[in-house]
């Protein structure tokens, strides 16, 4: 042990080894930070791996090109890159960005609209061994040139291409794991050094690392994780977390193909609907578990944008049953009884996604309303105008009568299918309450105080009639009577508010009005016009009363502008002095002189 030391201290004291080192110098990459920057701004925020790819072979090329290192012009002649080749930092880009183009390439087929196929397969895996391949290589590099750092996350980057490889091909869940936990482990000592920017992002790589360490462990056994949970760990965000959605995808449909075998009848309003298509009962089976994140009692604690999203989920998996019956129903033939069932059950699902279609409207009226006392949200948008609200309840009217119309249609009406229909008929009036609210609000705010008070009187009165319907039905939906009681209470307030305002613009008027009158003039050359009141004597805009009017009016431009007027022509003879006359000497008249004009002359 002593000549252990012995033999250490005089490695520190020998001054060869200090040459050494600045012969051959130690690389710093931080590695997370530069994949991070890169992967953000090439595609990866969106989830496009075929952008982030091509950027990777266009950085590769220039790297090439920079570093001279092209594999021959004519024949292609290919160049290893060893120890004895890394002389700078770029070469160790190059190993890096080699193992990101082949695992983008893999993402980008594992991102396939309906998944790989087993050639594609083959393939997704074949480019994930050559991504472990390089990041191997430049674990190895970064170990011989690279300083601790360097070398420690290289080792970390490493293990985590390994564990996708092993995640992809489905076995040795134990290597896989093991992976996972030592990047994990490397990421966590690393986030407790350095600036707070490289802290952030080892945090969040190993929260994108949990969810394949927690699944690795389900697939092992020693986690008892329902579907749910796992599901719950799934909407984690990151480009490491995204083999593990596309892989719990997987595991999905799997199950819901296995539990759809058991969903042979659609049950909606009294009606059973047989379901014989396989793929039909997937699509609705995936539809009716996302609803329950929707309607179950954990749907209050959920944020509105996360609901946005289950509800556009929601509708592409309805929309994917009903291209399935209707092509079920174009390959039918002339048996009636399909038909009919065909057809049934293409009426049920549209209108459980009619059903659906409301309660996203609803929800995002729920959203606006709360805008719409803010001066400015949290992420600074815009506020939300009443008319946006006006549109938002048009849109309620539209898909309430459309419903209302679907379940009205047919010959055999049960009884819960008309007291369905009387249900949108009252939803209906009470849309058609709240329109009429936003609508005087809207007129509100553009000073017109006549218009607005009849509008708020108009919904008081369509509130209070809505009311009555929904307190007199044997359903009453309380949520529904309270909003309506709170309407009624609105539009009284603001009705009397608008009489208030109305009577005192109305005593103010003639004051404001002399005011206005005092400021035209005829001139304007002040301020610009866009046009003078003598150009618009055929429009009725009033310039005076109304409140909203910016500018100060004008009457007529003084001094007038010049005006062309028609005048005489004016004759230039200019041949005149060019004309060469001849002599007319000899035809003049001669004056004949006397005697004694002659003597004098």
């Not at 490695?11 to 953000?40: T, W």
Request: aromatic share 8%.
């Amino acid at each position: 042990m002593a000549k252990v030391n012995e033999a250490a201290a005089m490695e520190i004291d020998d001054p060869n080894a200090n040459i050494s080192d600045q012969i051959n110098p130690k690389f710093s990459i931080n590695v997370l930070q530069l994949l991070k920057s890169a992967q953000m701004q090439h595609g990866l925020r969106h989830g496009d791996y075929t952008r982030y790819r091509r950027y990777c072979t266009a950085r590769l090329r220039r790297l090439y090109k920079s570093l001279k290192f092209t594999h021959g012009r004519g024949k292609y002649t290919r160049k290893s890159i060893s120890e004895s080749t890394v002389t700078e930092v770029r070469f160790l880009h190059v190993v890096l960005y080699m193992a990101e183009r082949a695992w983008s390439h893999a993402m980008e087929k594992r991102q396939l609209p309906d998944g790989p196929n087993a050639r594609q397969r083959i393939y997704l895996i074949g480019r994930l061994r050559k991504a472990v391949k390089w990041a191997d290589l430049f674990s190895h590099l970064c170990s011989v040139k690279g300083d601790s750092r360097t070398s420690l996350e290289a080792e970390a980057y490493a293990s985590y291409m390994k564990g996708n490889l092993l995640f992809e091909q489905d076995r040795n869940w134990d290597t896989a794991l093991r992976n996972f936990k030592s990047a994990r482990s490397v990421y966590e000592e690393l986030g407790k050094y350095g600036d707070v920017e490289n802290q952030v992002l080892c945090r969040e790589r190993v929260e994108e690392l949990e969810p394949s360490i927690r699944y690795c462990l389900h697939k092992i056994g020693g986690s008892n994780l329902q579907a749910s949970e796992l599901l719950q760990i799934g909407e984690m965000e990151g480009p490491a977390s995204d083999l593990f959605k596309s892989k719990l995808e997987a595991v999905m449909a799997e199950a819901r193909s296995q539990q759809a075998a058991s969903l042979t009848e659609f049950h909606w309003l009294g009606n059973r609907f047989p379901i014989t298509n396989a793929k039909t009962r997937v699509a609705i089976l995936k539809a009716q578990e996302l609803e329950k994140d929707l309607h179950g009692p954990s749907a209050d604690s959920v944020s509105a944008e996360k609901r946005l999203v289950t509800f556009d989920k929601v509708f592409t998996a309805y929309h994917e049953a009903r291209s399935c019956i209707r092509s079920d129903l174009a390959s039918a033939g002339s048996a009636e009884n399909v038909k009919d069932d065909l057809n049934g059950l293409d009426k049920a699902v549209s209108a459980v996604l009619g059903q659906r279609t409301i309660e996203r409207n609803q929800l995002l009226v729920s959203i606006a309303k709360s805008k719409l006392t803010r001066r400015r949200d949290d992420k600074n948008e815009k506020v939300t105008k009443p008319e946006e609200l006006v549109r938002l309840y048009d849109l309620l009217l539209q898909n309430t009568a459309d419903l209302s119309d679907l379940v009205s249609s047919g010959r055999d009406r049960k009884p819960e299918e008309v007291t369905f229909a009387e249900e949108c008929e009252l939803k209906s009036l009470a849309f058609r309450a709240e329109r009429c609210f936003y609508l005087a609000r809207s007129y509100s705010l553009a000073g017109k105080r006549s218009e607005a008070y009849a509008l708020y009187c108009r919904a008081r009165s369509l509130a209070e009639n809505a009311l009555q319907k929904f307190q007199a039905h044997s359903k009453t939906d309380q949520v529904m009577i309270k909003e309506l009681k709170t309407l009624y209470d609105e539009c009284r307030s603001y009705s009397c508010i608008e009489h208030a305002t109305g009577i005192i613009e109305e005593v103010k008027a003639p004051e404001n009005l002399s005011k206005k009158i005092s400021t035209i003039s005829l001139t304007g050359a002040d301020k610009k016009v866009e046009k003078y009141l003598l150009e618009k004597l055929d429009l009725y805009e009033p310039a005076i009363s109304e409140s909203n009017v910016k500018a100060v009016p004008r009457i007529e431009p003084f001094p007038p502008a010049f005006q062309s007027i028609p005048r005489n022509p004016i004759v230039l003879d200019l041949a005149y002095n060019a004309i060469d006359f001849p002599s007319i000497e000899n035809r003049m008249k001669k004056d004949k002189k006397g005697f004694i004009s002659r003597l004098w002359g």
